[in-house]
Every structure is written in structure tokens, then in C-alpha cells.
């Protein structure tokens, strides 16, 4: 009977060491396939919604690239659908409050730049981009987030030919 004891409580003493919890880990496909489908339903809802009157919008991006899209160096190995799923889970970490500037510097593939842009709608209006000389989606991003707001745009062909943009408005 002491054995029987002496294990039992062992074992009890184990489980308080380790958090005492036997709730299995969170299923690491279960939580990119959860990513993907709020990066994806963002990208939609925020494309859905009317573009603010603005003549100048000042945004900093994320941009995840991959081999083959247009102007990448060769440096970006990742296929598409790996460069996805990087960046639903770079979204979620930037909803889960994550530092924007951070992730930016560890995981844009827009090298070389502060990743800020500052974009005009009206060619009279100074800026340092004009809206039209930047990828369409870019802008169409921009142009629907509220300061201070982040959405995504999905890689689209002619919206978008250089990957996901994390997009978020600064002012």
C-alpha cells in the first residue's frame, strides 16, 4: 500500500512540475489551416470595402514573396503555397499583437527598404509613390484600412504579382 502511495504521489508531483496539465499540444496543421482561412477571408473583407477620400495614404508592409513571382531575387527559394502559409502566420502573429516594425525586418522580402511608403492619389499632390506606380493591391489596401488598421492583400497576378502584402496604415 506505501508503494502504491509513494507512486501516486511521484506521479502527482510530476504533473505539478510540468504545469499539471495533460491537455494535448494545439495541432500545428489544424492552426496553419485556421491562419490561412482568416489570411484569406481578411484579404476579402478588406477588398470588399469602400476606399477612403484620402489624397495620401502612408502604409509600411510585410511582403512575402516566393521563386517566380515578378521581380523577386533569387535569393526567395519558397513556392507559393509555402509563402502562404508564412504569411497567415506572420498575420497571426501581427494580430496576436505581435511588434509590426519586428516581423518586417525578419520577414519581408522587400530588402533594402524601410518597407514605409508614401502614396498619392492625385498627381498634384506630392508624395513619394504615386498611387498608380505601385502594385494595384497595394494601394487598394491602403486606400480601405483605417489609420492604424492592418490587412492583407493575396497574391493575385495583376493585383499583386510580387507575393502577400501585410499591409498596414500608418497614416
Keep these: 500500500m506505501r508503494a502504491q502511495f509513494s507512486a501516486l504521489l511521484l506521479l502527482a508531483l510530476l504533473g505539478a512540475c510540468s504545469g499539471g ?11 496553419a489551416a485556421s491562419n490561412l482561412d482568416r489570411l484569406r477571408a481578411d484579404a ?5 470595402r469602400p476606399e477612403a477620400k484620402d489624397d495620401i495614404v502612408e502604409v509600411q508592409h510585410i511582403l512575402i514573396s516566393f521563386h517566380g513571382a515578378t521581380r523577386m531575387p533569387p535569393t526567395v ?5 509555402e509563402a502562404e502559409v508564412l504569411a497567415a502566420d506572420v498575420y497571426a502573429q501581427v494580430l496576436a499583437g505581435g ?5 518586417m525586418e525578419q520577414y519581408t522580402d522587400d ?12 498627381p498634384a499632390v506630392p508624395a513619394d509613390w504615386p498611387r498608380k506606380g505601385m502594385a494595384a493591391a497595394f494601394g487598394d489596401v491602403g486606400w480601405r484600412l483605417a489609420v492604424g488598421e492592418i490587412g ?11 507575393g502577400w502584402h501585410l499591409i498596414k496604415r500608418l497614416k
Excluded: C, H, W
Design 21 to 31: 496539465s495533460s491537455a494535448p499540444q494545439a495541432d500545428p496543421a489544424a492552426a
Design 44 to 48: 476579402a473583407a478588406v477588398a470588399a
Design 77 to 81: 527559394t519558397r513556392t507559393r503555397e
Design 99 to 103: 511588434d509590426f516594425t519586428a516581423l
Design 111 to 122: 530588402k533594402g527598404s524601410s518597407g514605409i511608403y508614401r502614396m498619392s492619389q492625385n
Design 152 to 162: 492583407p492583400a493575396a497574391f493575385d497576378p495583376q493585383k499583386s504579382p510580387f
